[in-house]
Structures are given as C-alpha cells and as structure tokens.
C-alpha cells in the first residue's frame, strides 16, 4: 500500500479526553477517531489490526468445532421478555421501537437470539452437541464511557454459545473453548491469566475471566505467588483460619463517641486498631433486610453475599431504610440487641475478636468490650470478606498479591437458564423431552486492540507484535524527489510485495523528521529507509521493537527482514 492513497490522519498532540495510553496512542497514529462518547470509527489501519485479530479468532474457534453464523444486531423484545431480562437487564440496554410501535433493542449479546434460533432447528440429541458463534457489533447504553474501545457503548465481539444433551458434554466444549481463548490470546502477544469469575447478569455458574494485565484495568486479580491459583478479587475465597487471643473477656460497656461515625474515627477516638472494630452494614437482599459484620479493617464483598442467598439484587439499604428498621443512623449501627426482624451474618474473623468495638444502635453511641455470641447472635458464620493481599491463597500454595486485568474474554457454563425459560428443548434416546444445556463465550475483539496497545508502546508510539501489526514492513523513500531513492524504492516495494510480505511504502512528500515520527508512532514492526547509499544499492533496516539498526544490501534484505520478523 502506497501510504499517499490511504488514510492514515496522525497528530502531534495528545487529545485532552484521551486518559489512558492505548486510547491516545490509537488516536494519535490515526487508527481510530471519536464520533460520540463510547462511539468509534476504525480508520484503515485500525481496521487491519481488527481483522487480523478476528482471523486468529476464526482459525482458534474453527479449529475447537465451532461454525460461523451472523445473527441480527436488531431484536426483538419478545425474546427478551420471554427469558425475563427485558426487566432486569438494565440502562445498559438500548430499546426503541419501530413505526408500528412494536418494541426493539439493540444487541447487547445474543443468548435470546441464538435460544430462539436453535430451539425452531434442533429437535433430536443426534442433532448435539453444537457450537456456534459471530463476530458482531454490540451496543450497550454505559453511563460513563471511558478509556477509548475498554468502555465504549459500541463495541466489536465474538460471541459464542454452546447446547448440549448432558453436562459431561458442555464440560467438555468448555474445557476445548478454554484452551482455544489461551490460543487466541497467546497469538495476539498479550501477558493475561484465565481467572475464575462471577457469571453476573448473564446467570450459570462455572464461569473463568481472561484478563490482560495492565495498571489501567478496572478489574483486580487475586493471584497465588506460588501456583496458578488466579480470580478475580471478589470471588477469591477466604481460608485465613483466625485464632483468639488470650485477652480476657470483659464487661461490655456503652461509650460515649460523639460525631464518630467510620471505623477510622471510632479506632483513633478509642485508641484501639481497626482489626478491634466490626463493622456492621444493613444490606437489603432481594425483600429482606441482612446485617453483615465484618471485621474493621475488612470490606464486605456483596458477590459472596449475592451468590450465598442465591439474590437477584444486593444493595446496602438507604439512610432512611436504615433508621427505619435499626432504629439509629448508619455510623451507629450494631449487632447488640437488633430486631428479630433483622438476620445476622458475621465473617469468620469477627468470631475471633476478644473485647470489640461495635456501634450500640444510638447516635454517638458505641460498646466496647463486645464479645460474640456473648453479647450478640449471629445466624451465620460465613466467608463474607474481600481477600486481601498477603492472605493465604485459596489453592493452599503461597500468598495472594494483587493485579490488575482489562477483561478481554469471558466463558460461561450457563447450563439450562435460558433454555428452559424460552422452551429450547429435544427429545432424548428415550423419546423424552428434556431442556438444552448450554455454555457461552464471549471475546472483546476492539478491547482486545487496545488491550494489545497498552502492553505493546514506548515513548515513541505503538510496537505491535507481527502477528497483528497493520503492515509487517515499513518502507521509507527519505527524499521521492530523488530519483535514485524514488527508484530503489519502488524496485524495493515491488520485490517485498512479490514475496508476500506486507508492506506499507511513505511516497509522501513529506520530511525525513515528520516520516520516521509517523514511523514510530504507527509502529510497524520492521522499518526499511531508502536514503543517500541508495545508488549503492544499501538500505537502512530498523527493528522496531529494539531499535536495532542495520545497513543491508537489496541483494541480502529479504533474508533479514524475514530473520527480524521471526523473532518478534
């Protein structure tokens, strides 16, 4: 490609909005522009690395058994409704209704759709197992889009869905999809770990996260320092065991501690540490009212909540709702003496604590020398705490440390959740009706792009891994009005396209500076400048990634560029 007949609109200044590096490096080297909040237009170089991208996809979901299809990015609202979440998915949602005031969404992903094809089609288990999948545009209504394609409302993604007659068959689809994302991901350069995860609105269970490392992710990994051991933070289990000290419990005794209302407050007017405190929050779950204690220097984690009362909603109760049912504002609250009506739920660690600090269900009152199940109940002792670093890891091997991930894909074992709502059902080697079990699998295909541009930059611009760079070579004429240059160029562009290499050649009239900026910005994994010993027939080769130079004859430069290229 001639880079005079293309479109590649670079700038010299980082755009303002543009927070994170992937976001202004992909504006900068022209390979996308901004047409609304969250909504982008590829530009022809974005648009290459999106294909390349979206062939490993093709190659690794082909080779696991699954078949292309496209399905509508228009749906409609029937099916939605028919699953149940036309009500609880959300904002996130885009609906709208046609001229006939018939109701619509676009798609935010197509279980609805993909249930309601397969159902009409497949009425035998001869016909199982199947896995399908697309390549599609997704639109989701985010309340802040940010951080370029990572939290955009249109988006590019591969999804997949899986059915089957028995659970030993989706076991086996998922572990053969697992390992087609570990290749699809290895192949596109990133450093990711498969984490276990929570299957969130999308419903099943047995569920693994794929997550790009990077400080801008939005996601934390809790990881074994020891092992393979990797989950996303709120779903890591706790295994800390905690032993009592041999203080002596007290009298517990009601304090005075006015306008202290966080742990850190009451710690610091008390003089005792925050691991001394529980911390008690009134949670409204689904249609009942819980109080989770945790230890002060803990965090209630709500997907532990959500997944043990088995809850559509979890959300701390209002102000209001809390004076309501407890009787004092929230900085006050307590286990001592609640309602009946209020079920009690404490973390392991609070049951360790010998003479602690809790709120006494009075304003700018708190007790001390709190004892459990001494001077309190609790219903429950449960894993109810984020996992912390330094903690023991889950799989028993080593410490946990924290990182943080870009989510570019995700697998779910959604068993039977969708197919017994919508009646996606066959018959059995028995002649009995049973529902399909299926599994689900998504890949972020633009989040992937960025995810590549955030590992793969420097000070200068990009530097992507060959297998996804827009163009494996860049050819660079330092002066085209030179006729040697001009010509060696040329002879040059010919020979590399004739051994099918890729090759993107600046006839611009342009000069050398504002050439080899561009250069480095695009980042082209191998830069070939055409300048003064052009008439010795001696070019300039650069490695992108190293910024190792060498002077090369036409004679011996395919063999070095192919060498370059095959160590990157």
């Not at 276990?196 to 997550?211: L, R």
């Not at 020979?495 to 900026?517: C, N, T, W, Y």
């Amino acid at each position: 490609m001639k880079q005079s007949t293309t479109l590649i609109p670079t700038l010299r200044e980082v755009p303002a909005d543009a927070e994170i590096k992937s976001h202004q490096l992909l504006l900068r080297a022209g390979y996308m522009r901004q047409n609304s909040s969250g909504v982008y237009s590829f530009m022809p170089l974005g648009k290459k690395v999106l294909q390349k991208i979206e062939n490993i996809v093709r190659e690794e979901m082909d080779n696991a058994g699954a078949v292309e299809l496209l399905m509508p990015a228009l749906q409609q609202a029937e099916f939605w409704q028919e699953s149940g979440r036309w009500y609880t998915y959300g904002p996130e949602l885009m609906r709208l209704k046609d001229r006939n005031d018939r109701e619509f969404a676009l798609g935010a992903t197509h279980e609805e759709v993909v249930t309601s094809l397969i159902r009409d089609e497949i009425k035998s288990y001869k016909r199982l197992p199947l896995t399908v999948y697309q390549i599609q545009t997704k639109f989701r209504d985010e309340k802040r889009p940010r951080f370029g394609l990572l939290r955009g409302r249109e988006f590019i993604m591969k999804d997949a869905y899986s059915f089957h007659a028995n659970q030993d068959s989706l076991d086996k689809a998922y572990q053969k999809l697992f390992q087609a994302y570990s290749n699809i991901f290895a192949r596109c350069g990133l450093d990711y770990r498969a984490v276990i995860a929570d299957s969130g609105a999308m419903g099943g269970k047995d569920t693994h996260e794929f997550m790009a490392l990077s400080e801008v992710g939005e996601d934390t990994i809790a990881y074994s320092d020891s092992s393979d051991y990797a989950a996303n933070i709120e779903m890591a289990p706790v295994i800390t065991q905690y032993e009592k000290s041999q203080e002596a419990p007290a009298a517990m005794e009601k304090v005075h501690t006015p306008d202290q209302r966080t742990i850190e407050e009451v710690a610091a007017h008390l003089s005792v540490s925050a691991d001394k405190c529980i911390k008690s929050l009134l949670f409204k779950i689904d249609d009942r009212h819980v109080l989770v204690l945790v230890r002060g220097d803990h965090e209630v984690n709500d997907i532990k909540l959500k997944n043990h009362f088995n809850a559509s909603t979890v959300e701390l109760a209002a102000p209001a709702e809390t004076k309501e049912i407890v009787g004092c504002a929230v900085g006050s609250l307590g286990p001592v003496d609640v309602s009946d009506k209020v079920t009690v739920i404490a973390d392991h660690a609070v049951k360790a604590i010998v003479n602690g600090v809790t709120g006494a269900n009075e304003e700018g009152y708190h007790y001390i020398n709190v004892n459990p199940e001494q001077d309190f109940h609790a219903d429950e002792y449960l894993d109810l705490r984020f996992i912390t670093e330094g903690d023991v890891s889950p799989d028993g091997k080593g410490k946990i440390i924290f990182a943080k991930g870009i989510e570019v894909g995700h697998v779910f074992k959604l068993g039977t959740r969708y197919s017994e709502a919508m009646n996606a059902v066959y018959l059995d080697e028995n002649g009995r009706t049973q529902p399909m079990i299926m599994g689900c699998y998504g890949i972020g295909v633009s989040r992937t792009l960025a995810a590549v541009a955030e590992q793969f930059n420097d000070e200068k611009g990009l530097v992507w891994p060959v297998d996804l760079a827009p163009y494996q070579v860049h050819l660079i004429p330092v002066n085209m009005k030179n006729e040697e240059q001009a010509g060696l160029a040329e002879e040059l562009y010919s020979q590399l396209k004739a051994e099918h290499l890729d090759v993107l050649m600046d006839d611009r009239q342009e000069r050398p500076g504002v050439k080899f900026a561009d250069s480095d910005l695009i980042g082209i994994p191998v830069r070939i400048t055409v300048g003064k010993m052009a008439a010795e027939g001696i070019v300039e080769v650069k490695d992108r990634r190293t910024g190792e130079m060498f002077e090369i004859s036409k004679e011996n430069l395919i063999d070095q560029v192919r060498n370059l290229l095959s160590k990157q």
